[in-house]
């Protein structure tokens, strides 16, 4: 299996609340963030959101979908999300939060492909991978900037 760890980073001109709200409520993300075609919440979790599980369809400029299944870990509101995802992609996420002159938001995903033809073609194919993750992360982040209706001021 090929493994890929990516951290990106979007720095907005909002409050730390509003953007822990926007990503917290992962039903609303097609709303906003192009490259999400589904995101349904299958179960509540406890309490603090620790268990919700959530079923998402991406897909950005390769042709194909990817299918995921997500369920949260961890959860310190409104600074930490973390989760593990199976389907298409097996690993971890964590989301994390910092507030200043704005919000800093950060996104670690440390995963590796679970489709055959994504394993036979990750050494060559890899960096094709990469392009096309943080080509969904910029649009995150621009979407994300319009939906808070505030500026994105850095985007790594």
């Known amino acids: 299996m090929a493994s890929y760890r990516f951290l990106t980073t979007w720095c907005l001109d909002a409050p730390i609340q509003a953007v822990w709200d926007a990503i917290w409520n992962a039903e609303r993300w097609p709303e906003w963030w192009q490259g999400v075609e589904l995101s349904v919440k299958l179960a509540e979790g406890d309490a603090a959101g620790v268990g919700c599980v959530w079923q998402q369809t991406w897909r950005s400029r390769l042709p194909y979908p990817l299918r995921l299944e997500s369920r949260t870990t ?4 409104p600074f930490l999300i973390e989760g593990v995802g199976t389907g298409d ?5 964590r989301w994390r939060f910092f507030e200043g002159q704005g919000t800093a938001a950060t996104y ?3 995963v ?3 489709r055959p ?3 036979a073609l990750g050494s060559v194919a890899g960096p094709v991978f ?3 993750h943080d ?3 910029r649009q995150g ?3 994300l900037a319009r939906f808070l209706g505030v500026r994105l001021l850095a985007q790594d």
């Open 141 to 143: 982040g621009l979407g």
């Open 135 to 137: 080509v969904v992360m």
């Open 130 to 132: 990469s392009w096309n």
């Open 89 to 93: 992609l097996a690993g971890w996420g």
């Open 112 to 114: 590796r492909t679970t």
């Open 108 to 110: 670690e995903w440390d």
């Open 117 to 119: 033809w994504m394993n």
């Open 74 to 77: 961890r959860v310190e509101r």
